[in-house]
């Protein structure tokens, strides 16, 4: 049973970047999923979720028109697609299972830096 983040890396001001999760271990299709971030010396903090169908999203403030949430159920897989990044969304990006349990992915770097 795993959470497997990746797409993280080094972009300028107003790049994009696709994070991807992939899941492993559960009926993938049965949980909301959500995208969490914690910036160096900050409490980590929700900023994206999907329900289970991903009929529904909801968005923190601060990315909404920024960002974009989706998932395939097929491949196990949820995304968030980021767009015009600013320094402020540096942080390590971690996807989250729903759920009574829930279930944390390792994280992947978001750096957004000139």
């Known amino acids: 049973v795993q959470l497997v983040e990746s797409g993280g890396g080094l972009v300028q001001p107003g790049g994009s970047l696709r994070l991807s999760c992939a899941a492993s271990?559960?009926?993938?299709?049965?949980?909301?999923m959500s995208w969490y971030r914690q910036a160096p010396g900050k409490a980590r903090e929700l900023v994206a979720t999907?329900?289970?169908?991903?009929?529904?999203?909801n968005y923190a403030d601060s990315v909404k028109g920024r960002f974009t949430i989706s998932r395939d159920n097929a491949k196990n897989t949820v995304f968030l697609q980021m767009n015009n990044l600013k320094p402020e969304d540096t942080a390590v990006y971690y996807c989250?299972?729903?759920?009574?349990?829930?279930?944390w992915g390792q994280g992947t770097q978001v750096t957004v830096s000139s």
């Open positions: 999907i329900t289970s169908t991903g009929g529904s999203t």
């Open positions: 271990g559960f009926t993938f299709s049965s949980y909301a």
């Open positions: 989250k299972r729903g759920g009574i349990i829930p279930l």
